[in-house]
């Protein structure tokens, strides 16, 4: 049964989610509950998002089982990583439930809000976040659906009082053509998610069919720096209404950068607006999430808010889990968690803790994530992988894909040592945790780093160095 759009609202009465714990599942979760909806779902494992949606009333269940889905579900949500063999999707084909895709879920509940959809191959969640903590700050109740949470667990989503829906666009299976935003975000371009895209026109021709999404008269807020983002503007210029705001370091940007200056772990960002200096504070280290800010606050000016009190506001975000967030500290030891699995987001995350680090050492534990980007982008992950003093590197995390013959975190570490850079292989987390606590001596930064279950490995490390 092919996944649809819920032909009413009132389909979305009794959804059951198949993997109701996964980022954007649970957040659509959180908000259909929310919003009075009775929500139901199952998961592979137990965890505290799952905990957090049963707080609001939601029936969770552990592992997939057939009896899990009740007879009177309104509809199934299922995101791209559902198998179609999964036990409740052949019992929703059985009784007639409509099977709705993750991504019409949630264009669902954009209905009748004005959306802020960012997309990009990296970066969404942390520029999602910024929107949706800056907004709220300055009183304006946006809704909200992130790929991550900003503190506690379920903190990815809310349903607010007011009319702007700030929500990450996922282009890594198209999905996000199902949005029709009034500003979208593009932070950049560039050839990932190899398992749908096979060539970077692909990837182009994607990318264009989201910014055709834009409603007439609304804008694209898009990088003026990154190659794929300069490429896809020439292309989308002349789009009917579609207004284009450049953001970047790049002199003719529109919203241009004038200045990024580190302080520790956060950073001073003066940008040239209208000819006038703008100056606020990003409590994340690094150009990259400089850029993240500089985006969102182009949004927030495309939506009529004052740049200024964008500017104050973005000063009250503090960051989300997984984006260089901090662990805690042992032995002298701080371990700190970054999400990034592409090579560009691992440069941008080790640049940044360079930049923050002084003479400190940064020690890397990397779990690289599929077998299809390790295929395409070993090479390259190895590489930045050399930016560190030294990295242990574990076997890749499947996550929805069977192996592939021949790919293995070899090619990785192959490439991170024809680099120049210092690297371990890991056979298992056990040995990894203890190769890393290990090497470790007072004043190193520690990264776990990749976007698997690496995060669980952070406490452990801490554990460790503890003893």
Known sequence: MAPGLPQSMADMDRPHFIGIGGAGMSGIAKILAQRGAKVSG???????????????????????????????????????????????????????????????????????????????????????????????????????????????????????????????????????????????????????????????????ESFEIFAGKIVPGGTLVISADQAGAVELTKRVRDLGELKVVTYGESDGADLRIHKITARGLTSEVTVVLNGRFLTFQVSVPGRHYANNAVAALAAGIALGIPAHNLASALGSYTGVKRRLQLKGEAAGVQVIDSYAH?????????????????????????????????????????????????????????????????????????????????????????????????????????????AGDVTDLGPRILAELSK
Request: hydrophobic letters at 45%.
């Open 42 to 204: 199952s998961d592979a494992r137990e965890s505290a998002t799952a905990e957090a949606l049963r707080g609001l009333g939601a029936t969770v269940r552990i592992g997939h089982d057939a009896s899990h889905l009740a007879d009177d579900a309104t509809c199934v949500v299922v995101s791209s990583a559902i198998r179609a063999d999964n036990p409740e999707l052949a019992r929703a084909a059985e009784l007639g439930i409509p099977v709705v895709h993750r991504s019409d879920a949630l264009a669902s509940l954009m209905a009748g809000l004005r959306p802020i959809a960012v997309a990009g191959t990296h970066g969404k969640t942390t520029t999602t976040s910024m929107l949706a903590v800056t907004l709220a700050t300055l009183g304006l109740g946006p809704s909200y659906a992130i790929g991550g949470d900003l503190d506690v667990p379920g903190s990815n989503a809310l349903h607010g009082e007011g009319d702007i829906f700030v929500a990450e666009a996922d282009e890594s299976d198209r999905s996000f053509h199902k949005y029709a935003p009034e500003v979208a975000i593009v932070l950049n371009v560039e050839l990932d998610h190899h398992a749908n895209y096979a060539s970077m026109d692909e990837i182009y």
């Open 342 to 450: 592409h090579p560009t987001e691992m440069t941008a995350d080790l640049e940044a803790m360079r930049s923050a680090a002084g003479d400190s050492r940064i020690l890397v534990l990397f779990q690289p994530h599929l077998f299809s980007r390790t295929q395409e982008l070993g090479t390259e992950m190895g590489q930045a992988l050399a930016l560190a003093d030294s990295s242990v590197v574990l076997d890749i995390y499947p996550a929805r894909e069977d192996p592939i013959p021949g790919v293995t975190s070899a090619l990785i570490i192959d490439a991170a040592r024809a680099a120049g850079a210092e690297v371990t292989a890991a056979p298992d987390k056990d040995a990894a945790v203890a190769a890393v606590a290990g090497m470790a001596k007072p004043g190193d930064l520690v990264l776990t780093m990749g």
